[in-house]
C-alpha cells in the first residue's frame, strides 16, 4: 500500500469526529460552491460534490437546502480560502486549510495559537511544499473490480486505489478532480464522497511527551470556527 492508504489509516475518524464540527465545513462548502457556480447541482459540479459530502456525515437533507438556499441570497457574505504554514514544536511542519469572512481575524488568531504553544508561523510557501496536495473519492465497492477499475482510471491521473470497510478510496493530484468526477459519472458509478488532503511526504517521529505537546497546539488550531482542516508532519499511529 502507498502513502495515501497509510495517511488515510492513520487519520481514521480523527478531525471529523465532532458532528456540529463538520456541519459548519459543509456549510462553508456550499456558500462557496453557490456563490462560484450558482445553487442547482445538476450544472454545479462543486455543488454536487459538497451535497455527497454532506449525506457522507449525515447532515439532513433540511440544513442542506437551507445552506444553498441562504448561499443564494445576495446579501449572503462569501468566504475566502486561505492557507496558513508555520512550525510546531520539535521541527513539526504544519498546514492550517480555513475559509474566512474575516482574514484579519483569522490570521491573527493563527498566529496567536502558535505563539502560546511553542511554533512559529510561518510565510507562503516555507512549509507547503512539504505535503502532496491530493483529491480523493470514496465510492462504493459493489459490482466493482479493483484492478480493472484501477487500470481504466490511470489515464485520469489515478495513483492510488484501495479497499477498506468503507468502500474504495481513490488518489490522485489535486488537479485531476474535475476530470475524475466527470468520468466517475459518466460511468454511472456513484460518488460516496470525495475532497482534498495534503498528505506529507515525510513525516517525524515523537516521543510521547512531544506528542502532546503537537496534539495540544493542532487541537487548539482546529477548535477555530474559521479552520477547514489541519495537516502535519508528525508520525501518527
Same mark, same amino acid.
Given at each position: ?144 473490480? !479493483?484492478? @480493472?477499475?484501477?487500470?481504466?482510471? =490511470?489515464?485520469?491521473?489515478? $495513483?492510488? &486505489?484501495? *479497499? +477498506?470497510? #468503507? ?38 517521529? !515523537?516521543? @510521547?511527551?512531544?506528542?502532546?505537546? =503537537?496534539?495540544?497546539?493542532? $487541537?487548539? &488550531?482546529? *477548535? +477555530?470556527? #474559521? ?11
Amino acid at each position: 500500500m502507498g502513502r495515501a492508504f497509510e495517511f488515510r489509516k492513520a487519520r481514521k475518524m480523527k478531525r471529523w469526529a465532532a458532528m456540529s464540527k463538520a456541519f459548519t465545513r459543509i456549510g462553508k462548502d456550499i456558500v462557496m460552491a453557490v456563490k462560484e457556480g450558482g445553487p442547482d447541482p445538476d450544472s454545479n459540479a462543486r455543488l454536487r460534490a459538497v451535497i455527497q459530502n454532506a449525506k457522507a456525515v449525515n447532515m439532513p437533507k433540511d440544513n442542506v437546502e437551507r445552506a444553498i438556499k441562504r448561499a443564494s441570497d445576495k446579501s449572503q457574505g462569501d468566504y475566502k480560502e486561505l492557507l496558513y504554514e508555520g512550525y510546531g514544536p520539535h521541527g513539526i511542519a504544519i498546514l492550517v486549510e480555513t475559509a474566512t469572512d474575516n482574514p484579519t481575524r483569522t490570521v491573527a488568531n493563527i498566529r496567536s495559537y502558535f505563539n502560546k504553544l511553542g511554533g512559529t508561523l510561518g510565510t507562503s510557501g516555507s512549509v507547503e511544499f512539504l505535503f502532496d496536495h491530493t483529491c480523493n473519492f470514496r465510492i462504493s465497492a459493489a459490482n466493482i473490480d !479493483l484492478e @480493472e477499475l484501477e487500470l481504466d482510471l =490511470i489515464d485520469f491521473g489515478v $495513483e492510488e &486505489i484501495f *479497499e +477498506d470497510e #468503507d468502500g474504495i478510496l481513490i488518489y490522485a493530484p489535486f488537479e485531476a478532480f474535475g476530470s475524475l468526477q466527470k468520468e466517475l459519472e459518466h460511468r454511472g458509478i456513484e460518488i460516496l464522497s470525495s475532497g482534498f488532503e495534503r498528505i506529507p511526504q515525510i513525516t517525524k517521529e !515523537l516521543n @510521547e511527551e512531544q506528542t502532546a505537546e =503537537i496534539e495540544k497546539l493542532l $487541537e487548539k &488550531i482546529e *477548535e +477555530d470556527d #474559521d479552520v477547514q482542516n489541519v495537516y502535519h508532519t508528525m508520525r501518527e499511529s
